[in-house]
């Protein structure tokens, strides 16, 4: 095994999981020094892009925007990644507000040294090793990983389906449910299934739910 593939499984071994802590990082952003911990206490997206000044990683940034305002009524930040420069950010940053007039109001790391993208796995060496991947990150309030996503450089990101997952991670919360497929705010829920035969019958007998078979009962919340 090469000395490279023997430095990947390493990195891949290392990158938070789904409930795992994530993982702590300081560093340079377009609003000031940032650590992950002056977000505990609220939920936070965090996203890396692989460049600035390219047409999709712009036609992002203008999609967050866009639900930030809704993000942060569900108590959740937006912070951006990517390998480029402060200085190059903050042009980036300029030149979208002049373009598109669009303010983008969120912060966005300037990761030169890859130290934050290494950490979270943002780096798909065979797709591009000098870009960061589109990886999406959920991080609850208690700083807990709940939910991964990547995308490839060439597929810009669905923000609705990324507010709906906050939604959902968060009713999860509040609730104790599941939500089904395609699940949105407002439909039925899913109630975790009965781990006895005696609550699987008054399950099929609770007419507060809908049960299709004692493994699938929904409710309105």
Known sequence: MSQMEVSQQTEVRSLPRIGSKAPQFEADTTQGRIRLSDYEGSWLILFSHPADFTPVCTSEFIAFQEIY?????????L???????LSSHVAWIRNVKEKFSVQLEFPIIADLNKEVAQKYGMIMP????????????VIDDKQVV????????STG??????????KALQTTDKHGVATP??????????IPPAKSDE???ERMNDKSLNCIDWYYCTKKL
């Not at 709940?146 to 450089?153: F, M, Q, S, T, V």
């Not at 990101?157 to 906050?166: A, D, F, S």
């Open 69 to 77: 305002p809704e993000l942060r009524k569900l108590n959740t930040e």
């Open 79 to 85: 912070l951006g990644l990517s390998v480029d420069s």
């Open 126 to 137: 065979e797709e591009s090793s000098t870009e960061t991947s589109r990886a999406v990150f």
């Open 146 to 153: 709940r939910a991964i996503i990547y995308y490839p450089l």
């Open 157 to 166: 990101r669905n923000m609705q389906e990324i507010l709906r997952l906050v």
């Open 181 to 190: 497929a395609n699940w949105k705010e407002g439909d039925e829920v899913l």
């Open 199 to 201: 609550l699987a019958e």
